[in-house]
């Protein structure tokens, strides 16, 4: 139980278009997900924290009009890239927690986005 | 600010050697401490965890210990196999219940 599937796995896209990332919850309903992006050799970087309904709460340095989240359902989430340039190329996981253990976050297996 | 420190790798062992990986992390308060364990194409999996001090997690034959007095989490396995060959990720939670990660250790166990 508790899986989270992230789709798509990899995207290539070209400098200036945008490109959205799905997060769902495939056997339970998330009350809170989190989206986190990953540099090489770099620890996971918290982005953002969304609540199924309400406006997501992006970390200090985050730009909320570049990294726009929705929190449509209790199931889904989604990450657009706007307007992206290849300084965003990156890796960004998505996690998922639970009303009832809300301290325990299930993790997504992560999208590659490379931008050219 | 809170943060985590881990030895980076990656860790080349042969099947059965014993493994270690340091954490330490700096924190002010009691934070919760954790090891998560991703898998090639998978997710970060939760591999065990300690909330205070001397707590032992334990959980597939790893075990960590939470350190108060040198800020320290290492992991720890008696006998590696072949399917632990994963990156291991050292993390701590603090007031703010937000997840703080280290850089993440590779190891590859050979057989």
């Known amino acids: 139980g508790a899986v989270v599937s992230q789709h798509p796995s990899r995207v290539i896209c070209k400098s200036g278009t945008s490109v959205k990332i799905e997060c769902r919850s495939l056997?339970?309903?998330?009350?809170?997900m989190f989206w986190y992006r990953q540099f090489p050799k770099k620890s996971l970087m918290l982005m953002a924290t969304?609540?199924?309904?309400?406006?997501?709460?992006?970390e200090q340095g985050v730009e909320k009009d570049k990294f726009l989240i929705n929190h449509a359902s209790l199931t889904l989430s989604t990450l657009t890239v706007t307007s992206a340039h290849p300084e965003d190329s990156s890796f960004y996981i998505c996690s998922a927690s639970l009303a009832r253990t809300p301290y325990e976050q299930y993790f997504g297996p992560g999208t590659r986005l490379t931008v050219t | 600010g809170n943060s985590v420190t881990q030895m980076e790798g990656p860790v080349t062992l042969s099947e059965e050697a014993f493994l270690t990986i340091n954490c330490t992390y700096t924190a002010t308060g009691y934070p919760s401490l954790f090891w998560y364990v991703q898998y090639p194409g998978e997710g970060l999996q939760l591999l065990l965890k300690?909330?205070?001090?001397?707590d032992k997690g334990s959980n597939k034959g790893f075990e960590a210990t939470y350190r108060k007095e040198t800020t320290s989490f290492h992991l720890e396995k008696g006998s590696v196999q072949v399917s632990d060959s994963a990156v291991y990720f050292c993390?701590?939670?603090?007031?703010?219940?937000?997840?703080?990660f280290g850089t993440g250790t590779r190891l590859q166990v050979f057989p």
């Open positions: 969304s609540n199924e309904g309400s406006k997501a709460t992006y």
């Open positions: 056997d339970f309903q998330a009350t809170t």
């Open positions: 993390a701590l939670r603090g007031r703010t219940d937000k997840l703080i």
């Open positions: 300690a909330t205070k001090a001397d």
